[in-house]
């Protein structure tokens, strides 16, 4: 069973917003829920619940504030800070950012 809490669907809408078209993917509701079903099936598959780590928000933030930093290296649509990133899976990704 594939699921997501309120926030992160909010969070994964926001950036299919802002980065669905330049990946190619139609606007529409359909097109946003087809896009996080593969997401969270891919995620799902490849390490299942739980598999992400990450910096506190705050340290984000600083790294933000007082060094300009807008991207990471290595993030999900799941789990980034930033709305620009790099992750392992350009395929189901990219929609997202």
């Known amino acids: 069973l594939l699921k997501s809490n309120h ?3 909010e ?3 926001t950036l299919f917003k802002r ?3 330049a990946a190619g993917e139609k606007g529409g ?3 946003f829920h087809d896009a996080v079903f593969c997401l ?3 995620y799902h598959g490849a390490a299942g619940h739980g598999f992400h780590a990450a910096l506190p928000a705050a ?3 600083a790294l933000r504030d007082d060094f300009g930093v ?3 290296c290595f993030a999900s649509p ?3 800070f930033f709305d620009r990133f790099c992750s392992a899976h350009y395929d189901v990704d990219a929609a997202f950012g």
């Open 7 to 9: 926030k992160p669907l």
């Open 11 to 13: 969070k994964l809408r």
């Open 19 to 21: 980065h669905g078209a």
């Open 29 to 31: 509701d359909r097109a």
């Open 40 to 42: 969270l099936l891919r």
């Open 59 to 61: 340290v984000f933030g």
């Open 70 to 72: 807008t991207f990471e």
């Open 78 to 80: 799941l789990n980034c």
